[in-house]
């Protein structure tokens, strides 16, 4: 039996509001409120590893694979700052909703409805960003596995996920689910979620190894994300390729 990284629940879930992917106060509001604290780290990032010069498209000739890109939040400001821009998302809904509007924003984003694990290209990627897909995948192991073989040597991956921990339940779930009402129910499963040391370690197999790790935190009365030293809910790791 062929092994693959689809949950085909995760997928039919988001495949169910993938109209609503850019309305800002829509379904997927809580992604657009953090989108600009994940834009700013995966920015600063990629400049400071690739020694990139500050100019209006800094981001030039920079290969991007953003993985379960969804309706294209984050491949879109990637594309804008100049990288070539390839996204890959397991829902065929998703891709269409990401096609229309790349093409509506004048944006030449390359998107494919596949997972990592079968999508084949004849060059590597100098970026891949994993931003809060991991806890949706069927087999961590092999999507890690997967998401290394596309990566350069010396390239960066992003991961945004959250942390198994009692808080996380509380935040994650109970309070952004039942009581704050920002994701639907049943947007998470806790058991999915993945503590930092265990995932750096998965990820050491293939020769990703940790390079900066930040919590990330929802600050009520400002009603924005800022990075933080608390991992125990929401956190980023960047890893280079060796």
Known sequence: METNTINKKEI???SKIAEEWWDPNGQFKPLHNFNPIRISYIKENIIKTFGLRSEDKILSGI???DIGCGGGLLSEPMSRLGAEVYGIDASKKNIEVAKIHAKKSGLNIK???SSP???KKNFKFDVILNMEIIEHVEDVILFLESCSKLL????IMFIATLNKTLKSYIFAIIGAEYI???LPIGTHE???FIKPEELIEISKKFNLNLSDLQG???NLIKNNWNLSSDKSVNYIAKFIKK
């Open 190 to 192: 806790w058991e999915k």
């Open 111 to 113: 998107y494919f409805c």
């Open 12 to 14: 039919e879930k988001f």
């Open 117 to 119: 694990e079968k999508f």
């Open 216 to 218: 990330v935190k929802f």
């Open 180 to 182: 704050l009402k920002w």
């Open 152 to 155: 350069k040597k010396d390239g």
């Open 63 to 65: 290969k991007i694979l």
